[in-house]
């Protein structure tokens, strides 16, 4: 049974650009969160999503961030137009229904030139 | 409004043992999870409570104490490989589970 698979690991976008970070939860697990975590600090909650369906989005920047959890495929976190102070590690941790445990993937590291 | 406080930064010698408080204010209580994360890696589950009292898995414990909003987390028999950031989280009670994290702990064991 694979992890929570997040990728790429590293991307590296010039400001203006747009990322899209994607994670795969473990299987039979149908709820997801995104968290960014910035160096020396602790995990910020920005959303949690169930399949098609935001559930908590309080966390993210209004404009510019924007997450999915499609009924197929990856959970898919955009950042569009980036800015250096969008640069930090990115998160993903999925949990079944009922689930006490978050899982956590491997991370993307964004750097913004 | 939600608080989560830990020390930020710990130093413990190897051998010996270390705690690592956490005390929450949140719009309601549903447990409260330890992880370990080294430096550039993934958090990992150490522990989880929902009940006050004290859960011991090995050199790691971890209690609870709802009417205070305080967790600690015990560490035993300390070794090098526990030198890590220790990150506390409360699971918020609402109709959903939303995941909240603190500051985290970073705690460097010497020789």
């Not at chain 1, 137009?81 to 009922?98: E, L, T």
């Amino acid at each position: 049974n694979a992890g929570v698979m997040q990728n790429p690991r590293h991307l590296v976008r010039r400001r203006g650009q747009e990322a899209r970070l994607r994670c795969s939860p473990m299987k039979g697990h149908s709820h997801v969160y995104w968290y960014r975590q910035l160096p020396e600090e602790g995990l910020k909650f920005m959303v949690y999503l169930q399949k098609e369906n935001i559930i908590d989005e309080s966390g993210m920047p209004k404009e510019r961030f924007s997450a999915e959890f499609p009924k197929e495929g990856p959970s898919i976190l955009r950042i569009q137009q980036v800015v250096r102070g969008d640069s930090a590690a990115y998160f993903c941790a999925s949990s079944p229904p009922q689930g006490r445990k978050l899982f956590f993937g491997s991370g993307t590291q964004l750097s913004v030139l | 409004g939600q608080n989560i406080d830990q020390p930020t930064e710990m130093t413990a010698t190897e051998g010996a043992i270390v705690q690592i408080n956490c005390t929450y204010q949140t719009s309601g209580f549903n447990g409260l999870f330890w992880y370990q994360q080294h430096a550039g890696e993934a958090p990992t589950f150490l522990s989880y409570n929902v009940l006050d009292g004290l859960e011991e898995k090995g050199r790691f414990s971890s209690f609870l104490s709802r009417s205070k909003g305080y967790s600690y987390l015990l560490l035993k028999e300390l070794q090098m490989k526990d030198s890590a950031s220790y990150l506390c989280a409360v699971r918020e009670e609402t109709s959903y589970d939303k995941v909240i994290f603190g500051p985290g702990t970073s705690l460097s064991v010497i020789p």
